[in-house]
């Protein structure tokens, strides 16, 4: 089965500052990559998203690239703020009806005003 | 508001116990997702429903059971908790089918605490 590793599992910056979170996996039929936002106790919620058929996807200040050849994606923000602060998932499917995800274990993003 | 709801937001219960979770998907998802969230396991997959038939199983365990209603909403239904069932369950929608806008976009519901004492 698929198996998805992220890193880092903490991160600190100041506010302003970028923040890049990657992660790899390991079943090469994998083509759709979601990434989650998720603030203390409420939902995951999806932020951006790229497919196998594209290399990078941007929504302002969020980015996410995507190397299948060395199957890694990242996930890239860009001039940080407080309330950017929560835990993120990546996670790797595959198409065919079902999109089941596996998701990383998340990493903790602390922006520091 | 993701447009996903789920009951009740919060459950306590002795072990031994068997209780329901109720999911309503977005207006127009045919696919319901289940998972597990605890603090050492992440997020797991438990099972998924599309349009009322079973579709994929993951790491479920047998005390547990699910089904989508003619309505489209689900129920996960645990039973003979044990400690380790604490977690927070949720449920996600889906359009569900290729071809559908935004295929494979989850959107998760507020999840249900559920604590087994």
């Known amino acids: 089965g698929e198996n998805v590793e992220q890193h880092p599992s903490t991160l600190s910056v100041q506010e302003g500052d970028s923040a890049v979170i990657k992660c790899t996996y390991s079943?090469?039929?994998?083509?759709?990559f979601p990434w989650y936002k998720q603030e203390l106790g409420k939902r995951p919620q999806l932020i951006i998203d790229?497919?196998?058929?594209?290399g990078e996807k941007k929504d302002q200040r969020i980015a996410v690239t995507l190397n299948k050849t060395a199957k890694h994606f990242s996930l890239h923000i860009t001039e940080t703020q407080p309330e950017d602060s929560a835990v993120y998932f990546c996670?790797?499917?595959?198409?065919?009806?079902?999109?089941?995800?596996?998701f990383g274990r998340g990493t903790s993003l602390i922006v520091h005003p | 508001d993701s447009g996903v709801t789920q009951t009740p937001k919060h459950l306590i219960t002795a072990t031994g116990q068997r209780v329901t979770l109720r999911c309503s998907p977005r207006s127009g998802d045919l696919s319901v997702y289940w998972y597990q969230q605890s603090l050492d396991q992440g997020l797991q997959f438990l099972i998924q429903?599309?349009?009322?038939?079973?579709?994929a199983k993951g790491n479920i365990l047998e005390r547990f059971s699910a089904q989508q209603f003619p309505d489209l909403h689900s129920e996960l239904n645990l039973s003979s908790l044990e400690l380790g069932d604490s977690a927070l369950y949720f449920c996600?929608?889906?359009?569900?089918?290729?071809?559908?806008?935004?295929?494979?976009?989850?959107?998760f519901g507020p999840g249900t605490r559920l604590t087994v004492t």
């Open positions: 429903y599309y349009n009322g038939e079973e579709r």
């Open positions: 079943d090469s039929a994998s083509n759709y």
């Open positions: 996670a790797a499917s595959e198409a065919g009806g079902s999109y089941i995800p596996t």
């Open positions: 996600a929608s889906s359009v569900g089918f290729e071809g559908g806008a935004g295929v494979g976009e989850q959107y």
């Open positions: 790229i497919r196998s058929n594209v």
